[in-house]
């Protein structure tokens, strides 16, 4: 790795293709990828979402790749025109994008007909030069990480498989824990003692999220933080808080809603 | 307006929330944008997602206000704590968060009962000075615009019903005319003639977009673009292609799957 992995890693993920700002593909990826990497204890901090546009791939990248610990792209890696991400990551690096001849034997083996492995499809073992390939089992084109930014797929199936083959490999965090109290109570009711719980516990991040399902209004109050002692004391101060208004609190382990 | 509007304007969408970067919360609100915007010719050219935090949320601010004809925030502007976009927003601006005497009274109107309007829900009638009033049809605390950022709810009812009310009063521009030509043929097959297609109509912006659905593989090549002969030109070259590869072309009118 370029950067040396902190002890409290961050992550950034930058969605690319004019399709989700178009608004005709609703993205699946950032919050598949933001779940799976707090599990490990990697929050992702920030996320963009930029079209097809070499300049506007390279800033966002070069913005994200100085300032959080990982970067994990989605999208652009196919074998189509529009199809520029691993073009862009190696002008970011400084770096040749060079046919990669394990990228290359690994779609020799998917396609099994020289026929199907044309050109347009070759382009998919471009690969910037000292990138080390991410696995796909899906359908073997590979994504690849240099330095401390991954590339990936942007369709959902095959950006998860990728994801889930490199985990093992980014060094995790400390643990986030959460618990989530419900009630029925509105935002505006619970405001200010939420506030006060909040001031009281800095190192908890205590949000506030209202909700309208079959029929009945409520509010979810996630509690996270690394120091699980404090986000338990915190959840049980809300729980209680919930109560003293007239409300009934309902306390889960996790996020869920 | 501070900004004057362009002949062709641009827009980009500000998602603001931990809930959306913890990947608790799936964003709903970019592609609904997205999708309304181009239909009175406004492309998002760029989104970012921001924790609620004062520092992110301004600088992401300054970076796209200052670039695109629009910007859209989304969330953070209920009445608990984690709720600072207004006040990230006045600060963007240099002008001071004042309690707006207009929005006081809509949310008197719609809590009926002094008790009920208590100081945090006043908080919602907290407005950066000089800013407009944005209607909120679903439950009356306002969103506002200032310069040329309109701060919207995050929940997607309200946002949605806020966004109805202001799209008169946005200046649109050249429609963008799309069709899509969808068939079972593979990217890699069609891959180079879609490059060459591309090359010949610089104007149209043409992608592809494979897919799995139903148990069958296949790609939809969305053709959009302001001007809707050389996109009808360019949409019949691709079904053309599509049936010389040997393929059964379908041609729909706009960009749906």
Not at 42 to 52: G, L, S
Not at 87 to 100: D, H, I, S, T
Not at 113 to 136: F, H, K, Q, Y
Not at 200 to 208: E, N, Q
Request: charged letters at 20%; glycine letters at 10%; proline letters at 6%.
């Amino acid at each position: 790795m370029t950067d040396a992995p902190a002890a409290s890693p961050t992550a950034a993920v930058l969605v690319i293709g004019n399709e989700v700002l178009s608004g005709r593909t609703k993205d699946a990826n950032l919050s598949h990828i933001a779940a799976t990497l707090a599990g490990i204890g990697v929050p992702v901090r920030e996320a963009r979402v930029v079209p097809d546009v070499e300049a506007e791939i390279i800033a966002a990248l070069d913005a994200l790749r100085h300032r959080y610990t990982y970067v994990f792209t989605t999208g652009g890696i196919g074998p189509t025109h529009d199809d520029i991400t691993s073009a862009c990551v190696a002008k970011a690096f400084g770096v040749a994008l060079e046919r990669n001849a394990e990228a290359v034997a690994r779609l020799e083996r998917h396609y099994n007909d020289p026929a199907l492995l044309n050109e347009a499809r070759l382009r998919m073992a471009d690969i910037p030069a000292g990138a080390v390939l991410i696995d796909n089992p899906v359908s073997q084109a590979p994504g690849f990480r240099i330095g401390n930014v991954h590339v990936l797929a942007g369709v959902p199936r095959i950006m998860q498989a990728m994801l889930d083959g490199l985990l093992p490999k980014l060094q995790g965090g400390p643990a986030i824990h959460a618990r989530t109290v419900s009630c029925s109570l509105g935002e505006g009711t619970i405001a200010k003692d939420l506030g006060d719980i909040q001031a009281r516990f800095p190192t908890v991040d205590i949000g506030s999220y209202p909700y309208f399902r079959n029929g009945f209004f409520g509010v979810s109050l996630v509690l996270r933080g690394t120091d699980e002692s404090a986000v338990e004391a915190a959840a049980a101060e809300v729980a209680g808080m919930v109560t003293a208004l007239g409300g009934t609190p309902t306390v889960t382990i996790g996020t869920a809603e």
